[in-house]
């Protein structure tokens, strides 16, 4: 048996010879072994980086000579403001949205994308679309209008705006034209009661309390039939200004339109499609081939049997307006509201409602704008059959419905600004939306409620991703594209706004 020293020796020898040998070995060979390891390692790395591609959601999308010269004008752009950005340690997307709104409007990439083609705008509230300006402008000059000008009380909260006739408006109530006359700073001060500015971000306990309190304070302004068409008309003419050639809007029928000899009370149908008729009419002259269409949106915190009767009227409706009711929608915070699954019941009866009339209801449901795992409506939305999920934010936190969600192709109404603002996410580069599109997810890019947040269009959150989310114009087709095919529009419908797309694209193109 060998002792413990000779096998020290033996252990010597073996070593020494081992490094004689690779020193008796050529440097030349070691250094391309190394280097046909490292082109092996590429392969694998670009094979990888393939596979990914090949799922991403715009995969299919073949870009034109000239497409392709303006791909790489925008990528040398992007990289030179991200290069840009780095080194100032600034980056507009992961800050709050009103520290660089000034910003976003200087730059070339915003010219650009303004004159970009969008397609369709589909998640829209109607009360909460236009301008703030021309509201407190038109609130000023409609005699009757008046403004709650007192701190809250248990009915009304400060900066409330409705018609009433003279001598008799609630105790707080001014006309909004006497209180611009004799109150300093009138305007700026409503103006700051209706939307939100970089404060909200840091002074708010509630945001939800403050964009709710706010739709309180505007509604009696848009629900006022003498201003109501021309509320619309203004907010479609600034997406039209914007490139955007359909809206479907998200329309309260429990919101009723009032006059000063009429209080509000349940509203006919036949009364809504009357002035959605004329405004369709007036808009038609701005851009005669601009489509429109709504979606009956009702408050998810309301008991099951008031939904299941506002289901039945929407259904009626639905049958009997085909062209203007085209779904059914709850909306209202998810975090303090009734669950999906509460109202699921009334969901499931749908196919009953539609044996018997021959019409259907499709629905496209509100779920996911949440940060909480334990918010799980996007199961039932999901279940339940929704043709596009409005939000659908926490839809990362599970995996197999992630799947199912791109198995089923059902749309992503994706709101970046707004989950930004509304706090769901700081940094738009982590929006999970980002994710969902490399995960062959179909998404759509709307602004949800673009007068509260004080911006217009869809060309601030179309910069914002292009940036944050590295896009390419591949993306951008993509994105815009599936406005139209996962909008409400009938198939012949998508035929033709197809057709205007296109057209209306090849020219953006081809001037810049």
């Known amino acids: 048996m060998l002792g413990i020293s000779q096998i020290k020796w033996l252990w010597m020898i073996g070593v020494l010879a081992m490094v004689a040998s690779m020193a008796c070995k050529p440097a030349e060979a070691t250094l391309n072994d190394r280097q046909r390891s490292y082109q092996q390692y590429l392969s694998q790395r670009h094979a990888l980086m393939a596979d990914d591609s090949a799922l991403y959601f715009d995969h299919e999308m073949q870009l034109n000579e000239k497409e392709k010269q303006l791909n790489n004008r925008l990528a040398d752009l992007q990289q030179s403001m991200i290069e840009d950005y780095k080194a100032n340690h600034f980056f507009p997307p992961a800050r709050n949205f009103y520290q660089s709104k000034d910003h976003i409007e200087g730059t070339e990439l915003f010219d650009i994308l303004r004159k970009m083609p969008k397609g369709g705008i589909l998640h829209l509230h109607l009360s909460a679309m236009g301008d703030a300006t021309w509201l407190i402008e038109r609130a000023i000059n409609t005699p009757e209008m008046h403004v709650y000008w007192q701190e809250e009380s248990d009915d009304f909260t400060k900066g409330q705006l409705h018609a009433y006739h003279p001598g008799q408006a609630p105790t707080g109530f001014f006309p909004a034209a006497d209180l611009d006359a004799r109150v300093m700073n009138f305007r700026d001060s409503l103006r700051s009661f209706i939307t939100f500015d970089e404060k909200i971000d840091r002074d708010s306990v509630d945001i939800w309390g403050n964009f709710e309190d706010i739709f309180q304070r505007i509604d009696g302004f848009v629900m006022y039939k003498p201003v109501w068409v021309d509320h619309l008309v203004h907010g479609l003419n600034i997406l039209i200004g914007d490139n955007i050639q359909h809206a479907e809007l998200r329309v309260p029928f429990f919101n009723t339109l009032y006059e000063l000899d009429r209080p509000a009370n349940i509203t006919a149908m036949a009364e809504y499609v009357e002035t959605l008729v004329e405004v369709k009419r007036l808009i038609e002259k701005i851009d005669p081939e601009f489509t429109l269409n709504i979606i009956h949106a009702n408050l998810r915190f309301f008991d099951e049997e008031t939904i299941w009767q506002d289901i039945q009227f929407t259904h009626q409706n639905r049958a009997k307006y085909p062209e203007w009711v085209r779904g059914y929608d709850l909306v209202a915070e998810e975090d303090a509201g009734n669950a999906t699954l509460y109202h699921a019941n009334n969901f499931l009866k749908l196919d009953s409602l539609e044996r018997v009339s021959g019409t259907s209801l499709p629905l496209y449901l509100h779920d996911g704008e949440s940060d909480w795992a334990s918010v799980d409506n996007l199961y039932d939305a999901v279940l339940l059959g929704t043709r596009r999920i409005g939000h659908g934010f926490n839809l990362f936190r599970f995996p197999k419905l992630l799947d199912l969600v791109r198995e089923k192709n059902i749309c992503m109404e994706i709101n970046p600004l707004s989950n930004q603002i509304l706090g769901y996410v700081r940094d738009l580069r982590i929006h999970p939306a980002s994710t969902y599109l490399r995960r062959g997810i179909d998404c759509t890019i709307s602004s949800d409620d673009p007068l509260i947040f004080d ?39 998508k035929i033709k706004a197809l057709a205007v797309w296109e057209k209306r694209w090849e020219h953006f193109v081809t001037s810049n």
């Not at 911006?455 to 292009?466: A, H, N, R, T």
């Not at 951008?476 to 594209?481: D, G, I």
């Open 455 to 493: 911006y217009q269009g869809l060309s601030y959150d179309y910069w914002s991703i292009f940036l944050a989310w590295e896009l390419d114009l591949a993306a951008l087709k993509k994105l815009s594209r599936n406005s139209i095919t996962h909008s409400a529009m009938t198939e012949d419908e």
